[in-house]
């Protein structure tokens, strides 16, 4: 399957500052990543598709300007968590869309933690 | 819209015994189903996958699951259960597309 990557895998930052989350395909021209978010002991959250070349699809209740999705070439797109706050501290994983394989493959995940 | 659900956040076996994680799922065309394994701070690992083929699937790590259409049933099972398989055990139902849809998820505990 794809081998995606996420950088970084842990990042620490002050209220009211904006962090990026990279998210690579390494072996793979994804045309559609996914964003998830996970709190601590509860399932995956679709937040966003994200497409190549294009505007991202948010699910229901995610604020597009808040969590700015670009997804600029085949093997990258980028989370961008704005103005974050502490309710936004949270494992944060992408995926990539496994072509007519019908799954999906999964990065390590981003914890983000807002003090 | 698909949903699933799993039933049981949390499972405790001994080494050693049957593995069983329950899962059904709410869809009104023939879904696709997948079971991930989460281990603590790693994202997901596909673990098996049905996409409509033969209904019993065999997948890593010595786990299978069946899907049972009368049911609307796709538990996950392992004959004998290993240390290394204490984690998070996502269920999954694929959508329109290509979007997934996760169960709450089972912790799976392996006690000595």
């Known amino acids: 399957g794809a081998v995606v990557s996420q950088h970084p895998s842990r990042v620490i930052c002050k209220s009211g500052t904006s962090v990026k989350i990279e998210c690579r395909s390494l072996?793979?021209?994804?045309?559609?990543m996914f964003w998830y978010r996970q709190f601590p002991k509860q399932s995956l959250m679709l937040m966003a598709t994200?497409?190549?070349?294009?505007?991202?699809?948010?699910e229901q209740g995610v604020e597009k300007d808040k969590f700015l999705i670009n997804h600029a070439s085949l093997t990258l797109s980028t989370l961008t968590v704005t103005s974050a706050h502490p309710e936004d501290s949270s494992f944060y994983i992408c995926?990539?869309?496994?072509?007519?394989?019908?799954?999906?493959?999964f990065g390590p995940g981003t914890r983000l933690t807002v003090l | 819209a698909q949903s699933v659900t799993q039933l049981g956040s949390h499972v405790s076996v001994s080494e050693g015994a049957l593995v069983l994680l329950r899962c059904n799922y709410s869809?009104?065309?023939?879904?696709?189903l997948f079971w991930y394994v989460q281990y603590p701070n790693q994202g997901l690992q596909l673990l098996l996958k049905?996409?409509?083929?033969?209904?019993l699937v065999k997948g890593i790590n010595g786990f299978e699951a069946e899907f049972k259409k009368s049911e609307t049933s796709f538990h996950l099972t392992k004959p004998s259960a290993h240390m290394s398989d204490a984690a998070e055990y996502f269920c999954?139902?694929?959508?329109?597309?290509?979007?997934?849809?996760f169960g709450t998820g089972t912790r799976l505990q392996v006690t000595l």
């Open positions: 049905y996409t409509s083929a033969a209904t």
């Open positions: 072996d793979f021209q994804a045309t559609t």
């Open positions: 994200s497409n190549e070349g294009s505007k991202a699809t948010y």
């Open positions: 995926s990539v869309g496994g072509g007519g394989t019908n799954e999906q493959f």
């Open positions: 869809s009104s065309v023939p879904p696709y």
């Open positions: 999954a139902v694929k959508e329109s597309a290509s979007k997934l849809t």
